[in-house]
């Protein structure tokens, strides 16, 4: 049990996601997931079909081809596949020729939510995590691009459990370099979704991160909850205490083993005064810092226990690598 993604078949089970929805109009796209080449692509009345980027026919890739009349459309010999994957014309084939039994793709299942697309390529062992946030009215989602990590997607979830690589690591956004000892880390279940904890954070509120703060002071203090869920997906609240929060699912995809996809979305309950590319902007600094420091650190993220020392501010990120191990291997534990 080394850490590898791709060669678990554990993992074909769950949902990522893969591309933001309002970027998919009328071209198909490519995406990789745990070292699958997919085709997305959207019909006229918006629905996302999804399957193996691989014509049944000479094995062109499709994701360079066409939507035309709904369907996909291979770009070499221009044969074209419904949304379920259905062979439905062979151009070189004269009218009423039946099309040969096999020549239909192999599509996996997509979604759409929180303003993504999301693919799974086997039999879904789990729901896309929910946040009931996210249809409330006080509550705004904002979405923001998804960006390319040369990491490991095991070392992002553990680096998103942590937090005593803030004072390090954000010192351009909200790092705080005063507080760098962690209280004692006390695990639960969060909500049906989610086990992490909670606890109180000092940073400091840079004129950037004021935007996202609603706040002026130097230092402000953030009631935090971190949680994971299966498998590699994390979240993290933040309230301040004039009554905001800040919510983030913090995505990341394996494209392979040491190559992920990396998004995040975010639901505050603010006025919505504040520009929703301003709190992108601050976002989006904290994460460059963590694809920074991450970047750094090469191959998967090792899951046997004893292959790295941690601490007791590690203990989110040491259960969720248990139980991240379990799952890929229940034997082993
Ligand atoms: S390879 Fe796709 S139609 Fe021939
Ligand atoms: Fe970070």
């Known amino acids: 049990m080394d850490g590898t993604l791709c060669d678990n078949a554990v993992l074909r089970d769950y949902w990522y996601a893969v591309a933001r929805a309002d970027e998919l109009h009328s071209d198909p796209h490519s995406v990789r997931l745990l070292g699958v080449d997919l085709v997305l692509w959207r019909n006229e009345t918006g629905t996302v079909s999804a399957a193996h980027d691989r014509c049944p026919h000479r094995e ?17 010999h221009g044969w074209q596949f419904s949304g379920n994957g ?6 070189s084939a004269s009218a009423g020729t039946p099309v040969p039994p096999r020549s239909h793709l192999a599509v996996v299942r997509c979604s759409e939510r929180y303003g993504l697309l999301w693919v799974c390529l086997g039999t879904p062992r789990a729901e896309i995590p929910h946040i009931v946030e996210d249809t409330r009215a006080d509550y705004r989602r904002i979405n923001t691009p998804v960006e390319v990590w040369q990491v490991s997607a095991g070392r992002m979830v553990d680096n998103f459990c942590d937090v005593s690589h803030f004072p390090f690591v954000h010192t351009g956004t909200f790092g705080n370099d005063q507080q760098t000892e962690v209280p004692s880390v006390s ?12 606890y109180t954070v000092e940073v400091a509120n840079t004129e950037l991160a004021s935007s996202a703060s609603g706040q002026s002071a130097g230092v402000v203090q953030r009631r935090m909850t971190t949680g ?6 994390v979240r993290s609240t933040i309230h301040y205490h004039t009554g905001l929060d800040h919510i983030l ?3 990341s995809t394996p494209v392979d083993d040491t190559t992920s996809l990396f998004t995040f979305v975010v639901w505050r309950n603010d006025d919505f005064s504040v520009p929703a590319e301003d709190i992108i902007r601050f976002d989006l600094a904290i994460g460059a810092e963590d694809k920074r420091m991450l970047e750094r650190v090469p191959g998967v993220m090792p899951l046997d226990q004893t292959a790295l020392v941690s601490v007791q501010a590690d203990r989110c990120s040491v259960e969720w690598r248990r139980r991240f191990r379990e799952l890929l291997s229940p034997s082993a534990t």
Not at 61 to 70: A, E, Q, Y
């Open 249 to 251: 699912l913090l995505l």
């Open 86 to 91: 259905e062979c439905v014309r062979i151009p």
């Open 228 to 233: 994971f869920n299966l498998p590699l997906t």
């Open 60 to 76: 062109s890739p499709l994701s360079p081809g066409t939507v035309r009349d709904g369907c996909l459309e291979c770009p070499y």
């Open 187 to 198: 695990l639960s279940q969060l909500d049906a979704d989610f086990y992490g904890y909670d």
